[in-house]
């Protein structure tokens, strides 16, 4: 598999099986998904392009860098949104973009219910921010909201990925990088990934 990055963070690791258990109750799993995104989305921005810019120090002036691409970050609701502090706390000047997707239970087609992108792109490269990614559809759609936004420097950052939906995402937008914790070995027969982790939104929100 290309452009697929599963992390190899020891504090990933940990931090993951905590967010499997399911004695972890949403206070401590809202915490644990905050870290996890900026813990992912730390190794996601690698590559993002810097340019020169002198600094004062106190003492002297000397060579410095600063960002040079406007970031994205579009939180697919809900179970997105408890990604965006953590990652949002990396780059504080990050423009937030959300879009709105639930799955129908019984299809496992997404829904699409909020999109207030503008017209015109704002952000030259955009952080999709999804803790699952199940059979894929919900990527997929997003991806092709913010591509026929106008972005095509797009990145996926999730917690855990079955391989099926990998695959989904790697036949529709092979160009997008996965960057995610663990990549799970199936879906179960109503599309919830195994091991997993559960319903995502539902344990973070407290509504399950
Ligand atoms: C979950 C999850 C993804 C989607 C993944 O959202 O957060 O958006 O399912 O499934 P897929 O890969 O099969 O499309 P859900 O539809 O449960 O909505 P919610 O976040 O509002 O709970
Ligand atoms: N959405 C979730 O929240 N969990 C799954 O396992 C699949 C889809």
């Known amino acids: 598999m290309t452009n ?6 020891p504090l990933v690791s940990h931090k993951l099986t905590r967010l499997r258990d399911k004695n972890t109750k949403p206070k ?3 915490e644990l998904v905050r870290e996890i995104s900026a813990l992912i ?5 690698a590559d993002l392009l810097i340019s020169p810019r002198k600094v004062e120090t106190p003492l002297t002036t000397t060579d410095g860098f600063e960002l040079k691409e406007k970031i994205g970050l579009v939180p697919i609701l809900r179970a997105g949104l408890g990604m965006v502090e953590g990652v949002w706390g990396l780059m504080p000047s990050a423009e937030v973009w959300h879009i709105g997707l639930y799955r129908d239970e019984e299809t496992l087609q997404p829904v699409e219910y909020y999109n207030k992108l503008p017209i015109e792109p704002t ?3 955009c952080l999709i921010l999804d803790p699952m990614l199940a059979t894929g559809g919900s990527a997929v759609s997003t991806v092709d909201v913010v591509k026929r936004w106008g972005v095509s420097r797009i990145k996926f950052v999730a917690m855990i990925a079955s391989s099926e939906g990998i695959a989904v995402m790697q036949e ?3 160009d997008v990088p996965i960057h995610l914790a663990s990549i799970d070995e199936k879906l ?3 599309g919830y990934i195994l091991p997993g982790l559960g319903d995502a939104g539902d344990r973070q929100f407290g509504t399950a």
């Open 4 to 9: 697929i990055y599963p992390s190899r963070h």
């Open 28 to 30: 401590k799993f809202r």
């Open 41 to 45: 989305a730390y190794e996601a921005t």
């Open 123 to 125: 952000v030259s490269v």
């Open 172 to 174: 529709a937008h092979p």
């Open 188 to 190: 179960n027969d109503i």
